[in-house]
């Protein structure tokens, strides 16, 4: 999985290839993990964070 942007502890990657809607994966330390998914309705952008199973303390 790429890294495409990493800000002190907080490291953000994608998978090439997966599923909609386009979201990107967010890693602080080793244990806690989101996600993050990119919304488009015309020329609005929501973005949606949504907890990632078994990788949250």
Partial sequence: M???FQ???Y???FYSNDHLPIHVHVQFGKEQECKVDFLF???ELTLLFKKVKGRDR
């Fill in 2 to 4: 790429p890294k495409i």
């Fill in 7 to 9: 800000y002190l502890n």
């Fill in 11 to 13: 490291v953000v990657r």
């Fill in 41 to 43: 309705d015309g020329n």
